[in-house]
């Protein structure tokens, strides 16, 4: 074993299987809604033009049918339970090893870095870890000893965004019992003009149980959910109310009331991009890792004066940019390839404070040379604006399409005119 593999005291080890546990619940909440909606269509159906004979077997074969997955969903929900449960295993030693985390010990562990959908440190727990399969892994152990661990799995703040996720509980409940009311309400209206039959009746009784809890449920989800994506650029928020992309370069002041998360932007505004996080541990870690992120960008100001006026687009076409921009590197000779180097257009690039098209300019310069495109690399895992990570994206692939480039330049203007009339 290397003398430079990073390894770490594990105290505890906790795994939630959050992917199986939703895929499970979905199932199950999916075959409920179909089996009693399908018994409840067939009962109305017949309440409703019983006089006229029975149900025509193209009618009642494929109601019936769907009717057998109501058996279905008690195992399923079941199942999401048991397959979903807070595993704790016992202590163990971590380490990371040829691009793998390991835990060796009671809590055996093996985590390929492609494998890692993202990791953050959350104070006062250790390590957090996701997989691309939906596991959340909780490594207890010191916080310097999980910084240590990051940094050759590339996941540490400067090298790859984090996007916390989570549901407010009182919203997910209020929001499921009025849907459900409103959805039961307009599902038995029909019926309820049809007349008060009997049949009809008991078609209502299987209506109320089948699809308004399953439109219910899907509702509660969309109302109460919450991300809070942080990366080297700035910050974006979704909600209900809407998203907010808000750039480091305009942030002045960050701070935690006990409730809420507060950014005060350079205007005044004050946008409180938290304000029901039910877990303490989660919002301390967001806050954390917003200090760091914005920490690390405010240090990677641009120097280059003379790699930030090649890289102006001016009035030219973005062809004739784009092809101006790729001789920065590759020229054999001359004033460019004298004055500026990767260095310099890696430094804009990096840049929060830069305009997009400076770091897409520098970008597709660094991108001329295929070597340094493991740096455009980490910039697309660094940002949080959508459009310029795909455009990033892009040319770390070597990929030149002027329409990305076109999507995240409009993507900026609209966010500076957003800025603008907000002031």
């Given at each position: 074993?290397?003398a430079d593999?990073?390894?770490?005291?594990?105290?505890?080890?906790?795994?939630?299987?959050?992917?199986?546990?939703?895929?499970?619940?979905?199932?199950?909440?999916?075959?409920?809604?179909?089996?009693?909606?399908?018994?409840?269509?067939?009962?109305?159906?017949?309440?409703?033009?019983?006089?006229?004979?029975?149900?025509?077997?193209?009618?009642?074969?494929?109601?019936?049918?769907?009717?057998?997955?109501?058996?279905?969903?008690?195992?399923?929900?079941?199942?999401?339970?048991?397959?979903?449960?807070?595993?704790?295993?016992?202590?163990?030693?971590?380490?990371?090893?040829?691009?793998?985390?390991?835990?060796?010990?009671?809590?055996?562990?093996?985590?390929?870095?492609?494998?890692?959908?993202?990791?953050?440190?959350?104070?006062?727990?250790?390590?957090?870890?996701?997989?691309?399969?939906?596991r959340e892994?909780?490594?207890?152990?010191?916080?310097?000893?999980?910084?240590?661990?990051?940094?050759?799995?590339?996941?540490?703040?400067?090298?790859?965004?984090?996007?916390?996720?989570?549901?407010?509980?009182?919203?997910?409940?209020?929001?499921?019992?009025?849907?459900?009311?409103?959805?039961?309400?307009?599902?038995?209206?029909?019926?309820?003009?049809?007349?008060?039959?009997?049949?009809?009746?008991?078609?209502?009784?299987?209506?109320?149980?089948?699809?308004?809890?399953?439109?219910?449920?899907?509702?509660?989800?969309?109302?109460?959910?919450?991300?809070?994506?942080?990366?080297?650029?700035?910050?974006?928020?979704?909600?209900?109310?809407?998203?907010?992309?808000?750039?480091?370069?305009?942030?002045?002041?960050?701070?935690?009331?006990?409730?809420?998360?507060?950014?005060?932007?350079?205007?005044?505004?004050?946008?409180?991009?938290?304000?029901?996080?039910?877990?303490?541990?989660?919002?301390?870690?967001?806050?954390?890792?917003?200090?760091?992120?914005?920490?690390?960008?405010?240090?990677?100001g641009s120097?280059?004066?003379?790699?930030?006026?090649?890289?102006?687009?001016?009035?030219?076409?973005?062809?004739?940019?784009?092809?101006?921009?790729?001789?920065?590197?590759?020229?054999?000779?001359?004033?460019?390839?004298?004055?500026?180097?990767?260095?310099?257009?890696?430094?804009?690039?990096?840049?929060?404070?830069?305009?997009?098209?400076?770091?897409?300019?520098?970008?597709?310069?660094?991108?001329?040379?295929?070597?340094?495109?493991?740096?455009?690399?980490?910039?697309?895992?660094?940002?949080?604006?959508?459009?310029?990570?795909?455009?990033?994206?892009?040319?770390?692939?070597?990929?030149?399409?002027?329409?990305?480039?076109?999507?995240?330049?409009?993507?900026?203007?609209?966010?500076?005119?957003?800025?603008?009339?907000?002031?």
């Amino acid at each position: 074993m290397s003398a430079d593999t990073p390894m770490a005291a594990v105290r505890e080890v906790q795994v939630r299987a959050a992917g199986w546990r939703k895929r499970l619940y979905d199932a199950g909440w999916l075959s409920y809604a179909l089996g009693t909606g399908s018994l409840g269509s067939v009962i109305l159906l017949a309440g409703l033009f019983g006089h006229a004979g029975p149900l025509p077997p193209f009618l009642a074969i494929p109601f019936a049918s769907l009717g057998l997955l109501t058996y279905l969903w008690p195992p399923l929900l079941l199942a999401g339970l048991v397959v979903g449960r807070l595993r704790t295993l016992g202590a163990g030693t971590a380490r990371v090893q040829g691009g793998t985390l390991s835990v060796d010990g009671p809590a055996a562990l093996r985590l390929p870095r492609a494998e890692i959908a993202q990791a953050a440190v959350v104070a006062g727990r250790g390590l957090r870890v996701e997989d691309r399969a939906g596991r959340e892994i909780d490594l207890a152990m010191d916080v310097d000893d999980a910084y240590a661990l990051l940094e050759p799995l590339a996941l540490e703040p400067s090298q790859h965004r984090y996007r916390f996720a989570w549901r407010n509980r009182r919203a997910r409940w209020g929001s499921f019992v009025l849907a459900f009311l409103a959805l039961s309400f307009l599902a038995s209206l029909p019926m309820m003009l049809a007349g008060a039959a009997q049949p009809s009746m008991v078609a209502m009784g299987c209506m109320l149980v089948s699809s308004p809890w399953l439109v219910a449920e899907l509702v509660s989800r969309w109302w109460s959910s919450r991300s809070l994506e942080i990366g080297l650029d700035g910050v974006l928020s979704k909600s209900r109310e809407g998203r907010a992309l808000l750039r480091f370069e305009d942030i002045r002041d960050v701070a935690s009331d006990g409730e809420a998360l507060t950014i005060t932007t350079n205007d005044g505004t004050v946008h409180r991009v938290l304000t029901d996080v039910d877990d303490e541990a989660m919002r301390r870690a967001m806050l954390d890792r917003l200090r760091e992120a914005r920490a690390i960008a405010k240090s990677r100001g641009s120097e280059s004066s003379v790699a930030l006026a090649l890289l102006e687009r001016g009035s030219r076409s973005l062809g004739t940019w784009r092809g101006e921009l790729a001789s920065i590197l590759t020229a054999a000779k001359g004033f460019r390839a004298a004055s500026v180097g990767a260095d310099d257009l890696a430094v804009v690039m990096d840049d929060t404070s830069a305009t997009t098209e400076q770091r897409i300019a520098a970008a597709i310069a660094l991108g001329a040379v295929p070597e340094n495109r493991a740096r455009i690399r980490v910039a697309a895992e660094t940002s949080v604006s959508p459009k310029l990570r795909v455009a990033f994206d892009a040319l770390a692939q070597g990929e030149h399409d002027d329409a990305i480039f076109e999507a995240a330049l409009e993507e900026a203007a609209e966010a500076e005119e957003r800025e603008a009339r907000a002031r």
